[in-house]
């Protein structure tokens, strides 16, 4: 079989390289390359061809994707699907939304073929729901991808209400065709409106211990009835992808979905207060809410106000559910954007006060008080950083050498790729992991290294294969029978233990 001329090259300096270091004859050095280093000189032939390289990454295995919002997962062209299949309106205005009937009033359009009966009007909706084609002041665009950004929620979110099992499955969709293993998405249950309903309208005096006690008879039955809806939904997306037809789960069925609950920081302290003692509750109870978060805009008025009793809420929540893991959006944030002052303290108190595990952007890093020992105390307490490139760049205008990848990589911060709102941004985790190559200079050892950091601090239950800083579980250290029982009791191992085979298998592929 022939060579390309790029491989050939690459392959020829690999092995002089080998021969120099080994002494010895170029066939001799070159039949002792193991499958791994081999794959790493395919990748340094192809980083400068972005086709070929976008190949190579679509097909490598990228374990899991940690900073996912269910909603901004999905793209426009099934939100206006399941728009028409509902009956659902599309308003005809400039930066169109999808809203209820009835759609012969003025203004509206009907969802319902609407592709052939006005694609003009399709593709504005497109653009409205989502980042495609977004221009600053063009076709009625708002000012800044910050603010095209964070509206469009607004504009599909009345089409969102009962499609979360279609949502789980076109998440799992996605994942699997970009070789994703494992999804940790932020979602809130329909049963949580219920239970905070009320909350605005009582008054609030900063007591936590009151108005947990308040709140505290209704969460048998909130649990109760997130796991009937979370049991029926999942049930529904297995069988939308035929999952419950085949004896061994593949494809997107084979996709663990982890779910985060949050609260909204943009709310009224006992709203956001009620939303987070909903989210610890869920957690401590039901296995498949791995985590809390808090979520929204950072710079909103409101969360940058209420930003410090936030972290004592979450602090005080954490104290009352130990267990509850956090992931907290922190530093999504830029020079410019707010005033100095708003971006000293932000991710040093998501860790020293509130205690999150994991920081969910960390854009503003070099702005924080004492940010060199911030980053010595998240590199040795394995604090890890969801760094989400494509966003960053959309609605904060922080790119290539102004982001702080390298600089939490050098400090030797767990660092992990993730998509943020795929959908909204048009994006899927392979273009990540491209940007993360071609922007940042990162080589296949290091990509490598970041997917399995990804499953490595993942908030799935069960003990570890191997932690964050290396090492592997005693049953492990070969495979065996004991080794097949650490694994079937541990979901966050086995799914470590599969990413590892997958390795094997791609490099493989690649001699």
């Known amino acids: ?43 340094d032939a192809i980083v400068h061809d972005r086709a070929k390289l976008r190949l190579f990454l679509r097909a490598m295995p990228k374990g899991g994707d940690l900073h996912n919002h269910l909603a901004g997962a999905i793209y426009a062209e099934d939100f206006l699907a399941w728009a028409a299949a509902d009956g659902l309106c599309v308003t005809t205005g400039s930066l169109p939304a999808i809203v209820a009937g009835p759609c012969d009033a003025p203004g509206k359009a009907a969802a319902q073929g609407l592709t052939t009966r006005d694609p003009a009007l399709y593709g504005r909706a497109i653009n409205a729901l989502s980042m495609r084609n977004y221009q600053p002041g063009a076709d009625g665009a708002l000012p800044s991808g910050h603010d095209q950004f964070f509206s469009t929620f607004a504009r599909f979110s009345a089409v969102t209400d009962g499609h979360l099992p279609a949502m789980l499955a076109a998440v799992r969709e996605q994942a699997a065709d970009d070789h994703v293993s494992y999804v940790e998405t932020s979602v809130n249950p329909v049963a949580m409106y219920a239970f905070v309903k009320g909350s605005r309208d009582r008054p609030w005096d900063g007591d936590f211990a009151k108005a947990l006690a308040g709140l505290e008879p209704g969460i048998p039955a909130f649990t109760a009835r997130t796991r009937r809806e979370m049991d029926t939904a999942e049930a529904e997306a297995d069988r939308q ?42 957690a401590d109870v039901d296995p498949r809410f791995v985590g809390v978060n808090i979520v929204a805009p950072e710079d909103d008025p409101t969360a940058l106000s209420d930003y410090a009793m936030h972290m004592r809420m979450l602090a005080f929540l954490h104290a009352r559910y130990p267990k509850v893991k956090l992931s907290l959006h922190a530093g999504e944030l830029a020079l410019g954007l707010v005033p100095p002052r708003d971006l000293r303290f932000h991710i040093r108190d998501a860790v020293e006060v509130a205690g999150a595990s994991r920081i969910g ?42 982001h702080p990848l390298t600089l939490y990589r050098q400090a030797g911060v767990p660092v992990v790729l993730s998509t943020d709102d795929e959908g909204v941004s048009r994006i899927d985790m392979t273009n990540e992991y491209l940007r993360a190559a071609v922007e940042h200079g990162l080589r296949y050892a290091d990509l ?12 799935l239950p069960g003990e570890p294969l191997r932690g964050w800083a290396g090492g592997r579980a005693p049953a492990c250290i070969k495979a065996g029978k004991a080794c097949d029982a650490f694994l079937a009791k541990s979901p966050k191992a086995a799914l470590q233990w599969k990413l590892d085979r997958d390795f094997e298998a791609f490099e493989k592929a690649q001699s």
Not at 247 to 260: D, I, M, S
Not at 452 to 458: F, G, I, K, M, Y
Request: net charge neutral; glycine share 10%; charged share 15%.
């Open 1 to 43: 079989m022939a060579i390309g001329g790029h491989r050939f090259r690459a392959w020829a300096i690999y092995a002089g390289a080998l021969l120099a270091l080994l002494g010895g004859p170029a066939g001799a050095a070159a039949s002792s390359v193991t499958p791994e280093a081999r794959t790493a000189a395919r990748f």
């Open 241 to 282: 992808q035929g999952c419950a037809a085949k004896p061994v789960r593949t494809g997107p069925c084979a996709v663990v979905l982890g779910y985060q609950a949050f609260g909204v920081r943009v709310l009224p302290p006992p709203v956001v207060f009620a939303q987070l003692v909903a989210a610890f509750a869920l």
């Open 361 to 402: 952007h960390g854009v503003d890093i070099v702005h924080e008080d004492g940010a060199q020992a911030l980053l010595d105390r998240m590199a040795n307490d394995g604090i890890a950083v969801e760094i989400n490139l494509t966003s960053n760049d959309l609605i904060l205008g922080v790119k290539g050498a102004d």
């Open 448 to 459: 490598k290294a970041m997917a399995r950091t990804s499953l490595d601090v993942a908030f």
